[in-house]
């Protein structure tokens, strides 16, 4: 049985829109864009290795200035804010993150904490890592 000229040629045109529909198709997490930010000091200490995910830098350094004020509000120099969510001021709005806090003991010294964290919206996409140093001299 021979194909009708009508079905050859939709046949290749039905391969490639499927192709592209899977290329297209591709998680939101992939879609975001992720940048890698200067990093900046605050009060006692440094932010580093800052990467922002699905947002700016400007607006990656307000999640982490918001989180280290939740630190400090949660027990000062040597508190976390593990866990719980901040609400920085991106744009004209307050937008939720929930944050999480790793500190490996390896890194710790008696005049300093140092640790990571990654800050998440609850839709997932958008996300802050970043690690700091805090000076508990």
């Known amino acids: 049985m021979t194909l009708s000229r009508i079905p050859r ?3 290749p045109l039905a391969v490639l829109s ?3 529909a899977s290329a297209f198709g591709a998680s939101p997490a992939s879609a975001a864009t992720t940048r890698t930010c200067n990093q900046s000091s605050f009060s006692g ?4 290795q800052v990467r922002a995910t699905g947002l700016s830098c400007t607006s990656a350094r307000r999640v982490m200035v918001a989180y280290n004020s939740c630190r ?9 804010c593990n866990g ?16 999480s806090e790793s500190r490996p003991p390896e890194l710790q010294i008696p005049t300093q904490v140092n640790a990571s964290v990654t800050c998440r919206r609850s ?3 958008t996300k ?3 690690k700091y140093q805090q000076n508990l001299d």
């Open 9 to 11: 040629v939709l046949m």
């Open 18 to 20: 499927c192709l592209a």
């Open 84 to 99: 719980k969510t901040i609400r920085p001021r991106i744009g004209s709005r307050r937008i939720s993150f929930r944050c």
């Open 128 to 130: 802050v890592r970043f």
């Open 72 to 80: 400090i509000a949660a027990g000062g120099k040597r508190g976390n």
């Open 45 to 48: 200490g440094y932010f580093t």
């Open 123 to 125: 839709s997932g996409t």
